[in-house]
């Protein structure tokens, strides 16, 4: 007779914000605001995921994971076995509870300030994990910019170009730096979103530059497929964050 104890069973996942508990916490923070000031918390720590070492010893550079989506992937890389690099511009407090909660998985995470818009800091991006984690295997491009405006006729030129800047340029850089230092078996990520395929009518500079990161991904996987190196796209619909 066997006196194998019972497997513990899995904890129960938290509760999901159902639509009127999102109707009832909408906020606009101030920009860039704050993950620990929303008063619904997304449900970015993965209490019940179950990993299984899919990505183990692997380095994943992660753009705009200090908050939200970004927040997320980087906590699941490392529990799927990977060092994270997040990069991050602004809200250095949300970059740093990342950095936390990826280092409670028991692996790296090295935090990077800088700005995607500019190039050379995209270059300056790769150079430093590569230097501090010793190579890089995986790109998530996932910083973005969103502002909605009711009237088309008057999204400011600033929004329009700082939207371009950082959600397609801030990508074309920041694959540019990391494509010659990938091999056989890397990928990269690019967050995309439907928005880009049904239109938005109070974020139509934004659903143009996600419309753009989708051409972006099929035109590099079709660049890259040769080498073995995989380009894919997320496309979330809308996302607690």
Same mark, same amino acid.
């Given at each position: 007779? *066997?006196?194998?104890? !019972?497997?513990?069973?899995?904890?129960? !996942?938290?509760?999901?914000?159902? /639509?009127?508990?999102?109707? %009832?916490?909408? =906020?606009?923070?101030?920009?860039?605001?704050?993950?620990?000031?929303?008063?619904?918390?997304?449900?970015? *720590?993965?209490?019940?995921?179950?990993?299984?070492?899919? @990505?183990?010893?692997?380095?994943?550079? #992660?753009?705009?994971?200090?908050?939200? #989506?970004?927040?997320?992937?980087?906590?699941?890389?490392?529990? $799927?076995?990977?060092?994270?690099?997040?990069?991050?511009?602004? %809200?250095?407090?949300? /970059?740093?509870?990342?950095?936390?909660?990826?280092? =409670?998985?028991? +692996?790296?995470? =090295?935090?990077?300030?800088?700005?995607? +818009?500019?190039?050379?800091?995209?270059?300056?991006?790769?150079?430093?994990?590569? =230097?501090?984690?010793?190579? @890089?295997?995986?790109?998530?491009?996932? /910083? /973005?910019?969103?502002?909605?405006?009711?009237?088309? $006729?008057?999204?400011?030129?600033?929004? #329009?170009? +700082?939207?371009?800047?950082?959600?397609?340029?801030?990508?074309?850089?920041?694959?540019?730096?990391?494509?010659?230092? @990938?091999?056989?078996?890397?990928?990269?990520? %690019?967050?995309?979103?439907?928005?880009?395929?049904?239109?938005?009518?109070?974020?139509?500079?934004?659903?143009?530059?996600?419309?753009? #990161?989708?051409?972006?991904?099929?035109? @590099?996987?079709?660049?890259?497929? $040769?080498?073995?190196? +995989?380009?894919?796209?997320?496309? !979330?619909?809308?996302?607690?964050?």
């Amino acid at each position: 007779m *066997s006196s194998k104890k !019972p497997a513990s069973p899995a904890p129960a !996942p938290p509760k999901r914000p159902t /639509a009127a508990d999102m109707k %009832n916490h909408v =906020q606009k923070l101030p920009y860039p605001g704050k993950q620990a000031d929303m008063k619904l918390q997304p449900q970015s *720590s993965l209490a019940a995921y179950r990993a299984a070492g899919k @990505l183990e010893d692997k380095v994943a550079l #992660i753009t705009g994971a200090d908050s939200g #989506i970004g927040r997320a992937v980087a906590i699941a890389f490392a529990k $799927e076995g990977a060092d994270v690099a997040i990069l991050f511009n602004e %809200n250095q407090e949300d /970059a740093q509870e990342t950095k936390r909660l990826v280092e =409670q998985e028991g +692996r790296k995470c =090295q935090v990077l300030q800088l700005d995607v +818009r500019e190039r050379e800091q995209a270059f300056q991006a790769v150079r430093l994990v590569r =230097q501090e984690l010793g190579g @890089l295997n995986i790109l998530v491009n996932n /910083a /973005a910019y969103q502002m909605s405006q009711e009237k088309f $006729e008057d999204i400011p030129e600033a929004q #329009i170009r +700082r939207s371009f800047d950082t959600n397609i340029m801030g990508y074309i850089w920041m694959a540019q730096a990391a494509i010659p230092h @990938l091999v056989d078996g890397d990928c990269i990520i %690019n967050t995309g979103s439907i928005v880009g395929i049904v239109g938005n009518k109070i974020l139509i500079d934004y659903t143009c530059t996600k419309a753009g #990161i989708h051409a972006l991904t099929k035109s @590099l996987a079709m660049y890259l497929g $040769e080498k073995n190196i +995989r380009v894919n796209a997320v496309l !979330p619909g809308p996302i607690w964050t």
